[in-house]
Every structure is written in C-alpha cells, then in structure tokens.
C-alpha cells in the first residue's frame, strides 16, 4: 500500500520560511518523479514544483526563487523549502508520487499572515 505523509505545515509570518517534508512508503522512490502541488480555499489544485527521478526539478513561476524541492532517496523523503513566503502562499499542499495519476498525501496545512 502506498502512503504519503506530509508534515512541516504551519503558521508563519510573511518573509517567514517553512520546510516541508514527505515519507514515502509502498513505492520504488527512487523511479518515481515527486512533486508538491497546493489547493487554497476556492481554487484549483495547483503545481508548486517537482523533481524527476534523476533529480531535474521544475517551479510554478509564482515561487521560482523562493522554494527549492529536493529528495533524498536513500530516506525515501521529498522536501520542500519554503523561503519568502507570502500571505498568496496560504494553501493545503499536497505531496504527489507519480504524477497526477500517482498517489497523493493527505496534505498539509500552510498560513503565511500578512
């Protein structure tokens, strides 16, 4: 059985950073391309950022420069650094294996106050 579990969430003041992380179990990690996608309250799921098997990473232009997605896969962990964050960045994010036929996580709750 796949899960994903994400923990790292919280409230923070804007400027502020959080780290997020995600355990992955059930799965060979290290073939599968990982991402964190986001969902704040009357929007659409959204990509933040992934990061491919062989470790070639992609941002939603929104935090490009701000967050940095990683993995170590010898943890079976994806993580997701949050630097800058603003009030636009309130959102559960979610932890992805495989793309958007993959397996998701539950999420996790992040609040950046303004």
């Known amino acids: 059985q796949v899960q994903l579990v994400e923990s790292g969430g919280g409230l923070v003041q804007a400027g502020g950073s959080l780290r997020l992380s995600c355990a992955a179990s059930?799965?060979?990690?290290?073939?599968?391309?990982m991402g964190w996608y986001r969902q704040a309250p009357g929007k659409q799921r959204e990509l933040v950022a992934t990061?491919?098997?062989?470790?070639?990473?992609n941002y939603a232009d929104s935090v490009k420069g701000r967050f940095t997605i990683s993995r170590d896969n010898a943890k079976n962990m994806v993580y997701l650094q949050m630097n800058s964050l603003k009030p636009e960045d309130t959102a559960v994010y979610y932890c992805?294996?495989?793309?958007?036929?993959?397996?998701w996580g539950q999420g996790t709750q992040v609040t950046v106050s303004s």
């Open positions: 992805n294996a495989g793309g958007s036929r993959g397996w």
């Open positions: 990061i491919s098997s062989g470790g070639s990473t």
């Open positions: 059930g799965i060979i990690f290290s073939f599968n391309a």
